[in-house]
């Protein structure tokens, strides 16, 4: 059985985008066990190792129904008054805020003009509470000339405190909140976090990828589309070749997919080592119908020149690339990741998942990174199919 592979979040050019901000938008995989693709790091949204299966537009997601107050006043239920029922789209602001806030509420403000009379609920959640109230948030909304149908919430401090982390926006301070947008459509309960930087137009095609899809729409096979996708950004490897990511690593090949940095203290060594097992056991497919990729999330640091290092002492083989970004260039790694739902803005909370996928046929597989070599053989076997005839 296939999952629906619809894509979703922004359309990225070839040059890329800014650097997103939050945990991403999550890439649907199928499983031989089964998983959720709400973003591979630690953080907020994080995915279950085990997992459900999902769809490309991402997990399972439960809004809370938080006691809040609106530009207005009015005393409000958080999911059964302003969700229930509706696409809404979900960002997070303060009125005192004077960096990132006032480029959200534009986006937001553009984006209502976008949507027009289509029934897309807007709402703006205060991550400073103690000083926003219905006031202060009726007098910001008017500054942006809000129309109806978006409305700016505020509450208790604590409830909104648990009703923003719930949502993925964080639990830290107001001045440290996330730069994200949560999408979501409470008809197939499901949610699409979208970087902070995505323009209005971008925000409205998260909007249209997710709602639930008619049945039996088909994997996100080879072709444009995949391509847009996955994105196309440059990427470096440990080579020092420039490579894009889909035409040259991923199109009619059989993908693994890791995150790593090489100064990660904790899993990434030994992720690396049961893959070089893995890369073993493959023997001469690795390289002519399988490829292992693996994304460094700390570019800066992790120069080609390091890379290569690193895969030496791992003992990888051609067919094996270790990816970063040239030099200014971060947000193309950035990006990459943030498609395949291993984006963390902090290395430390890395995806600690392989991404498994056939490209021919649009099917993806996710598993823990430690997962046996076994195990992580019988899924490349199974997405191969019979023979590899239709593969590199």
């Known amino acids: 059985m296939s999952v629906p592979m619809t894509p979703a ?60 107050r609106d530009q207005n006043g009015r005393r409000l239920r958080f999911y059964s008054d302003l ?27 553009g984006l209502q003009d976008l949507l027009g009379t289509q029934d897309v609920q807007l ?29 700016f919430v505020t509450g208790r401090p604590d409830q909104i405190a648990r009703l923003v982390k719930a949502l993925g926006g964080g639990a830290g301070s107001a001045a440290d909140h996330p ?70 690593l991923v199109r009619g090949r059989i993908v693994v997919i890791d995150f790593i940095y090489t100064n990660c203290p ?19 497919r690795l390289g002519r119908t399988v490829n292992f990729l693996s994304i460094s999330v700390d570019p800066e640091h992790d120069t080609p020149a390091v890379l290569k290092r690193y895969a030496a002492d791992h003992g990888a083989r051609d067919g094996w690339s270790f990816l970063t970004a040239a030099p200014g260039k971060r947000a193309n790694v950035d990006w990459v990741a943030y498609r395949l739902g291993g984006y963390a803005e902090n ?7 392989l991404a498994i996928g056939n490209a021919v046929t649009g099917e993806w597989v996710k598993l823990p990174a430690l997962s046996a070599p076994d195990t992580i053989l019988a899924v490349i076997d199974r997405l191969a199919g019979p023979d590899d005839a239709r593969l590199h």
């Open 347 to 353: 290395p430390a909370e890395h995806g600690t998942t």
């Open 123 to 151: 709402i703006s959640v205060s991550v400073d509470p103690a000083n926003d109230g219905p006031a202060e948030l009726k007098a910001y909304a008017a500054s942006f000339d809000v129309q109806p149908g978006w409305s």
């Open 266 to 284: 904790d899993i990434c060594s030994p992720a690396t080592g049961n893959l070089s097992v893995v890369q073993d056991r493959l023997g001469p």
């Open 83 to 109: 969700v229930k029922g509706r696409v809404v789209a979900i960002n997070f602001i303060f009125t005192g805020c004077s960096s990132i806030c006032p480029g959200l509420t534009t986006t937001f403000r």
């Open 9 to 68: 979040g922004p359309i990225l050019q070839t040059d890329g985008p800014r650097r997103p901000r939050a945990v991403a938008l999550c890439l649907g995989l199928i499983a031989a066990v089964a998983f959720s693709v709400q973003g591979v790091g630690h953080g907020a949204l994080a995915h279950d190792a085990a997992g459900t299966v999902s769809r490309p537009t991402p997990a399972a997601f439960a809004v809370p129904d938080t006691e809040v």
């Open 179 to 248: 730069s994200l947008v949560v999408v979501y459509d409470d008809a197939g309960k499901r949610a699409t976090q979208v970087p902070g930087t995505a323009s209005a137009a971008e925000l409205l095609k998260a909007i249209k990828d997710a709602r639930t899809p008619e049945p039996g729409t088909p994997p996100l096979r080879e072709g444009a589309d995949a391509a847009r996708y996955f994105t196309n950004l440059p990427l470096q490897t440990q080579d020092g070749q420039t490579v894009r990511f889909f035409d040259d």
